[in-house]
């Protein structure tokens, strides 16, 4: 063999004494990677003890996710690390005892030394021959001892303890999840009432304004990242509230049901049939529709057609002068023209009546999606709201007996502490409804009564008070929970007390809750209560939701 020969000969040696010595480094290492990527994932399992971080199986799974990544990342880290020939020939030298062969036949090959041909082939020669004789197997093992890896499982026994033993975290974990989850589709839903609302042609531009801007209110605060339950609530009550005011407003603008009385005038016209049929069914739309072919109609008609329309014309303005002044007025002068054989002026009141119908149409429309959508709004306020006593439920069902008792008083505070937010409401201005719950136990969060509780059926509403004077006081009956023979039939006047309140009514719950509640809230901002506190409120009346 030539002296490259040889050299390449020892080279090969050294390249593979290399990756054995990176085999037992990584062999030597792997243990404490091990170790950390344990150790981690414990803290983070400690920590989830103290706040609600994570479950107990994604803590397993992220633990064993760090194991893999802290093995690959030392596993690169070892065996893509390059060394020189120099280095590896004098490891070589330090591990298999070869006296600085190695080193100087690699020194000699690069030109270190100035040695003469014969010795430098003599000395490679021997530096090979002591190379063959190296047994790496038994002088470079692939061993590990088992106190390198205790740490390890050390760390791995305290994380499956506390993995197993149950987390005072898990049930609030589960509510914050379920909420947030709640909330996100709330919003979504509420993202796709405000593009329907933008798209509805029915309504006009400033009344398509007016109705989203309360969604958009909504949307901004519940897309905020950690929004808390309190502050959805809130901001959907909020909203909820706005819609329903912009519906009674729209409402006061569109023709009152009463407006059909004047259809019995005019349906004594057979010219103002179609017209006095649309009132009397309460087609705004089509009333107005109506009101404008009769206009386009007037020239064709005869004198006594045209008589007998002013006369109808002139009996349902005096009908409407009480219900709607501006509609009435424009009939009355559609009446005076037709009398005075004035065509072009009885079309033009008539015109202008039908486009007062109209803009009443489109009031009426806005007022009933505004309640539409009101109403959706009341119905993401309690998805919301039994969100967390939901997922605190499942929770409890789901997790450790020894653990039961706890999640059961997260979830009841959760879900909006029924009963004390019953009396919180005991000292509102509507006291008999707060009574009327928070004295029959606690209910649930989505307002089904509990064991031994329940909503009332009807409640007593207290005659007018003069509040002219000092006032009195008064109250809202709520003996029909415990003594419900003492309440009568529903519907039906109470029986005689001489303890009772007299001049009022009994009205079915459903029916006044809504006012409780929109005037519950509509004084939250001002009530001096803590924000933070604000929210039982809100709770306690999504718990009484009939």
């Given at each position: 063999m030539t002296p490259d020969d040889?050299?390449?000969?020892?080279?090969?040696?050294?390249?593979?004494?290399?990756?054995?010595?990176?085999?037992?480094?990584?062999?030597?290492?792997?243990?404490?990677?091990?170790?950390?990527?344990?150790?981690?994932?414990?803290?983070?399992?400690?920590?989830?003890?103290?706040?609600?971080?994570?479950?107990?199986a994604e803590i397993a799974l992220l633990a064993a996710a760090l194991v893999l990544v802290a093995a690959a990342a030392t596993a690169v880290?070892?065996?893509?690390?390059?060394?020189?020939?120099?280095?590896?020939?004098?490891?070589?030298?330090?591990?298999?005892?070869?006296?600085?062969?190695?080193?100087?036949?690699?020194?000699?090959?690069?030109?270190?030394?100035?040695?003469?041909?014969?010795?430098?082939?003599?000395?490679?020669?021997?530096?090979?021959?002591?190379?063959?004789?190296?047994?790496?197997?038994?002088?470079?093992?692939?061993?590990?001892?088992?106190?390198?890896?205790?740490?390890?499982?050390?760390?791995?026994?305290?994380?499956?303890?506390?993995?197993?033993?149950?987390?005072?975290?898990?049930?609030?974990?589960?509510?914050?999840?379920?909420?947030?989850?709640?909330?996100?589709?709330?919003?979504?839903?509420?993202?796709?009432?405000?593009?329907?609302?933008?798209?509805?042609?029915?309504?006009?531009?400033?009344?398509?304004?007016?109705?989203?801007?309360?969604?958009?209110?909504?949307?901004t605060t519940l897309n905020?990242?950690?929004?808390?339950?309190?502050?959805?609530?809130?901001?959907?009550?909020?909203?909820?509230?706005?819609?329903?005011?912009?519906?009674?407003?729209f409402d006061h603008a569109a023709v009152s049901a009463s407006v059909a009385a004047a259809a019995d005038a005019l349906s004594r016209s057979a010219a103002a049939g179609e017209l006095a049929e649309a009132l009397q069914e309460a087609e705004t739309a089509q009333a107005a529709t109506a009101a404008g072919e009769l206009a386009d109609a007037l020239p064709q008609l005869d004198d006594a057609a045209r008589q007998e329309l002013a006369e109808s014309l002139a009996e349902a303005a005096a009908a409407l002068a009480a219900t709607d002044a501006a509609l009435a007025e424009q009939l009355d002068r559609a009446a005076e023209a037709l009398a005075q054989d004035d065509t072009a002026g009885a079309q033009e009141a008539l015109r202008e009546a039908a486009q007062g119908l109209n803009e009443a149409a489109q009031a009426g429309a806005a007022a009933e999606r505004a309640a539409q959508t009101a109403g959706e709004l009341g119905a993401a306020r309690q998805q919301v709201a039994a969100a967390g006593a939901t997922a605190t439920t499942e929770q409890a069902q789901a997790g450790q007996e020894g653990a039961a008792g706890e999640t059961g008083q997260q979830g009841e505070g959760a879900a909006g502490q029924s009963g004390g937010a019953g009396q919180a409401g005991d000292t509102g201005p509507e006291g008999?409804?707060?009574?009327?719950?928070?004295?029959?136990?606690?209910?649930?969060?989505?307002?089904?009564?509990?064991?031994?509780?329940?909503?009332?059926?009807?409640?007593?509403?207290?005659?007018?008070?003069?509040?002219?004077?000092?006032g009195q006081n008064v109250e809202l009956e709520v003996q029909c929970l415990s003594d419900p023979a003492a309440c009568g039939p529903p519907g039906q006047p109470l029986p005689s007390d001489p303890s009772r309140p007299t001049g009022g009514s009994v009205v079915p719950f459903d029916q006044v809750f809504g006012d409780y509640r929109d005037a519950a809230f509509e004084a939250l901002p001002g009530s001096g209560i803590p924000p933070g506190l604000q929210g039982l409120v809100r709770d306690y009346f999504s718990a009484l939701e009939p």
């Amino acid at each position: 063999m030539t002296p490259d020969d040889d050299f390449r000969a020892l080279g090969t040696y050294l390249g593979q004494w290399d990756a054995r010595r990176r085999q037992t480094t990584l062999w030597a290492w792997l243990p404490r990677a091990v170790a950390a990527a344990l150790l981690v994932g414990l803290v983070v399992a400690l920590a989830a003890r103290a706040r609600p971080l994570l479950a107990a199986a994604e803590i397993a799974l992220l633990a064993a996710a760090l194991v893999l990544v802290a093995a690959a990342a030392t596993a690169v880290a070892v065996l893509a690390q390059r060394r020189s020939l120099a280095e590896r020939a004098r490891f070589a030298d330090r591990r298999f005892g070869l006296r600085e062969r190695a080193t100087t036949a690699v020194e000699i090959h690069a030109g270190q030394h100035d040695v003469p041909p014969a010795l430098a082939a003599r000395q490679l020669g021997d530096a090979l021959a002591a190379a063959k004789a190296v047994d790496v197997q038994r002088q470079l093992p692939l061993t590990t001892r088992p106190a390198e890896w205790l740490p390890a499982l050390a760390a791995l026994l305290a994380l499956a303890l506390a993995l197993w033993l149950p987390n005072p975290q898990a049930a609030l974990l589960a509510r914050q999840r379920a909420v947030a989850a709640a909330v996100g589709q709330q919003a979504a839903a509420l993202a796709e009432l405000s593009e329907q609302i933008a798209a509805d042609e029915s309504l006009t531009p400033e009344q398509r304004d007016a109705l989203q801007q309360p969604l958009e209110e909504a949307l901004t605060t519940l897309n905020e990242p950690g929004v808390s339950q309190a502050e959805a609530l809130a901001a959907l009550s909020e909203a909820e509230t706005e819609l329903r005011e912009l519906g009674q407003t729209f409402d006061h603008a569109a023709v009152s049901a009463s407006v059909a009385a004047a259809a019995d005038a005019l349906s004594r016209s057979a010219a103002a049939g179609e017209l006095a049929e649309a009132l009397q069914e309460a087609e705004t739309a089509q009333a107005a529709t109506a009101a404008g072919e009769l206009a386009d109609a007037l020239p064709q008609l005869d004198d006594a057609a045209r008589q007998e329309l002013a006369e109808s014309l002139a009996e349902a303005a005096a009908a409407l002068a009480a219900t709607d002044a501006a509609l009435a007025e424009q009939l009355d002068r559609a009446a005076e023209a037709l009398a005075q054989d004035d065509t072009a002026g009885a079309q033009e009141a008539l015109r202008e009546a039908a486009q007062g119908l109209n803009e009443a149409a489109q009031a009426g429309a806005a007022a009933e999606r505004a309640a539409q959508t009101a109403g959706e709004l009341g119905a993401a306020r309690q998805q919301v709201a039994a969100a967390g006593a939901t997922a605190t439920t499942e929770q409890a069902q789901a997790g450790q007996e020894g653990a039961a008792g706890e999640t059961g008083q997260q979830g009841e505070g959760a879900a909006g502490q029924s009963g004390g937010a019953g009396q919180a409401g005991d000292t509102g201005p509507e006291g008999g409804a707060g009574q009327t719950t928070g004295g029959e136990g606690q209910g649930s969060a989505t307002g089904g009564p509990s064991a031994g509780g329940g909503h009332v059926e009807n409640v007593f509403v207290p005659a007018p008070v003069d509040l002219s004077g000092e006032g009195q006081n008064v109250e809202l009956e709520v003996q029909c929970l415990s003594d419900p023979a003492a309440c009568g039939p529903p519907g039906q006047p109470l029986p005689s007390d001489p303890s009772r309140p007299t001049g009022g009514s009994v009205v079915p719950f459903d029916q006044v809750f809504g006012d409780y509640r929109d005037a519950a809230f509509e004084a939250l901002p001002g009530s001096g209560i803590p924000p933070g506190l604000q929210g039982l409120v809100r709770d306690y009346f999504s718990a009484l939701e009939p």
